[in-house]
């Protein structure tokens, strides 16, 4: 069944009592196997629970479309919550199955990439995390990459060769997420500025012996204009997350490109 997205959204509703909705679709080529017999992608159900808009919703899915964002942050982070405001266009998924019920008096509004993206911290919320040390950014890292599908690294001017965007991304590979890269430094700052180009930070690891910068894919929208930078990505960023999927998987069943990333030293 084709969707927009994982459900329908924006469809009106001022009056509802209970609604269930069901929809799976899947491809052939997304269902790589693992050594452990399962498929790359398929990840374990779980379930959201929220209220919003009036509505009380529960979803359960078979695979977790949510994403996380790689970013600097003191640079880059005005620049990434207004990538979070986005509205996700299309299934960011190659494969999924997924059931959602709702009860209540209320409307469904369009899904924006902060509904199923990591969220993000204030300084003093990232200061708490630090001062536990490396073990305990590490913890909060994996914490927040669990459920997710695709990493997204927002590259600004001074992203790549950093030490925790080089974790993120390792770990990501790793767990057999989705990889893709954003250039972002043509979006504005809260201060109304743009920034350099930054270097893929994909040239500093490598898989099997390669670099990564050739094996995951980087995109800069073809604008130098803000506005028209942040309409660009938010027409693509769902494709550019299903096709990194794909690239994950496409990697994961072939031997040669099975092997853990690795930080170029």
């Known amino acids: 069944m084709s969707r927009n997205g994982l459900f329908p959204t924006g469809r009106?509703?001022?009056?509802?009592?209970?609604s269930r909705e069901s929809v799976r679709r899947a491809s052939s080529k997304a269902?790589?196997?693992?050594?452990?017999?399962?498929?790359?992608?398929?990840?374990?159900?779980?379930?959201?629970?929220?209220?919003?808009?009036?509505?009380?919703?529960?979803?359960?899915?078979?695979?977790?479309s949510r994403v996380f964002f790689s970013f600097y942050y003191k640079p880059d982070h005005k620049r990434v919550d207004r990538i979070r405001t986005m509205r996700r266009r299309g299934d960011s998924a190659k494969?999924?199955?997924?059931?959602?019920?709702?009860?209540?008096?209320?409307?469904?509004?369009?899904?924006?990439?902060?509904?199923?993206?990591?969220?993000t911290v204030t300084d003093s919320e990232w200061l708490d995390v630090t001062l536990g040390g490396t073990k305990a950014i590490k913890q909060w890292i994996r914490e927040q990459m669990r459920r997710k599908g695709c990493l997204i690294i927002l590259i600004g001017s001074?992203?790549?060769?950093?030490?925790?965007?080089?974790?993120?991304?390792r770990e990501g590979w790793n767990d057999l997420m989705g990889v893709v890269g954003v250039h972002v430094h043509n979006l504005k700052d809260n201060h109304g500025r743009q920034s350099p180009k930054g270097e893929n930070p994909f040239n500093y690891l490598a898989v099997g012996g390669r670099p990564m910068s050739q094996i995951v894919k980087t995109y800069n929208p073809p604008y130098q204009d803000s506005n028209e930078v942040f309409d660009y990505i938010e027409q693509h960023l769902s494709s550019w997350v299903a096709q990194a999927i794909g690239i994950r998987n496409s990697t994961a069943a072939e031997a040669q490109y099975s092997e853990r990333a690795v930080t170029i030293e």
């Open 12 to 18: 009106g509703k001022g009056f509802v009592i209970y």
């Open 31 to 64: 269902r790589t196997s693992r050594a452990s017999g399962k498929s790359a992608i398929i990840k374990k159900p779980f379930y959201r629970l929220y209220y919003k808009n009036g509505l009380l919703t529960l979803e359960r899915y078979r695979l977790a």
């Open 95 to 119: 494969s999924f199955e997924a059931k959602r019920w709702q009860f209540g008096f209320g409307r469904d509004q369009e899904e924006r990439w902060a509904d199923r993206g990591s969220k």
């Open 158 to 169: 001074q992203t790549a060769n950093r030490p925790w965007i080089n974790y993120e991304i």
